[in-house]
């Protein structure tokens, strides 16, 4: 099994598509393994999107990041990481594939609904950065309609 790290980002929790975008991984078959909500600080921002710093975007959307909360969600499946980009779609909305959550519920290039992992090495320092290992929860599936 393979895990990665998504953001709902400030735009998908203001617009109420949590539900929407939780409700698509679960059918699609991932498994949540941790969640949590925060409302990033400018230095966690900062922090987690520091591969970007001096970049033309970078102060814009570090303050779009901090303007409200995100939810912070570690999914499990197999091929995670290519699966979920796949189900997430294109970083511009409008260039994104029809049916992804992208196309669906973005607006452009910054307010992009949500932030995936871009690679398993990169998915492992991104959950850490979030979350102990403590916080990330392993359970095997259950009938539980019965």
């Known amino acids: 099994m393979e895990r990665t790290l998504v953001i709902v980002k400030p735009d998908g929790v203001c617009k109420k598509h949590v539900g929407d975008i939780i409700k698509r991984f679960e059918k ?3 498994r949540l393994v941790a969640l949590k909500m925060l409302h990033l600080n400018k230095k966690t921002a900062e922090g987690f999107y520091a591969v970007h710093k001096g970049k033309p975007f970078f102060e814009p959307f570090i ?6 909360p995100c939810l912070i969600m570690v999914w499990e499946s197999k091929y995670a990481v290519s699966r979920i ?3 997430i ?17 973005g607006t452009d290039n910054r307010r992009n609904l949500v932030h995936g992992s871009e ?4 998915a492992q320092v991104e959950i850490s ?6 916080e990330l929860h392993s359970y095997e599936g259950e009938d539980w309609d019965r």
Not at 89 to 105: F, P
Not at 119 to 122: G, P, R, V
Not at 129 to 134: D, I, L, V
Request: cysteine-free; glycine content about 10%; aromatic content about 16%.
């Open 28 to 30: 699609e078959g991932f």
């Open 63 to 68: 303050n779009f990041m901090v303007s409200a």
């Open 85 to 87: 980009r796949e189900i």
């Open 89 to 105: 779609g294109n970083t511009n909305s409008s260039q994104a594939r029809e049916g992804t959550l992208r196309k669906s519920y």
């Open 119 to 122: 690679s398993k090495a990169l």
């Open 129 to 134: 950065y979030f979350f102990e290992p403590g």
